[in-house]
């Protein structure tokens, strides 16, 4: 009788899928940059370092509600990086989102798999929308963004 497989991967397996999937796509908006704050904002704790709680959510925000490319969002994380040294404190939600990181694997590669990511990303967000008024507070006094 054959042996029946499963699938032992972890999360973070699956992200560094994923990871592999966006840094090869070598696409001008840098979509690989939504994962990252995506996956960090879905997995972030207590002992997660603030920065990159606090790096992960502007990302999303910039993205999300501001139309921002993974580019600009990669842009305004180096902008921030050299001027803060202080980071906001988030309130953590308990859920962190319905989409996984596995199901944005069962995309088809290519714009169906893209757009699953972009959803993911929003997911998360939403997630998290609690802190946006902190979030956007940061930004516009940090880095005039309004």
């Not at 991967?9 to 990871?19: F, G, I, N």
């Not at 199901?103 to 290519?110: C, H, N, Q, R, T």
């Not at 169906?112 to 006094?141: G, Y």
Request: glycine share 4%; with cysteine.
């Amino acid at each position: 009788m054959d042996e029946l497989k499963t699938d032992q991967r972890t999360d973070q397996d699956l992200y560094y899928e994923l990871s592999m999937y966006t840094l090869n796509l070598g696409d001008t908006a840098f979509i690989h940059q939504y994962i990252v704050d995506a996956y960090c904002a879905r997995h972030a704790n207590q002992e997660t370092k603030p920065i990159a709680i606090a790096f992960a959510l502007m990302g999303l925000y910039l993205h999300h509600e501001k139309n921002y490319s993974g580019k600009q969002v990669q842009s305004a994380h180096m902008r921030m990086a050299q001027k803060k040294k202080e980071w906001p404190q988030f309130i953590f939600p308990i859920e962190r989102g319905s989409i996984t990181v596995a199901e944005v694997l069962k995309a088809k590669p290519g714009p169906d798999r893209n757009e699953m990511i972009n959803q993911w990303s929003e997911n998360v967000w939403q997630a998290w929308i609690e802190n946006r008024t902190t979030i956007s507070h940061w930004l516009k006094t940090e880095l005039g963004i309004v």
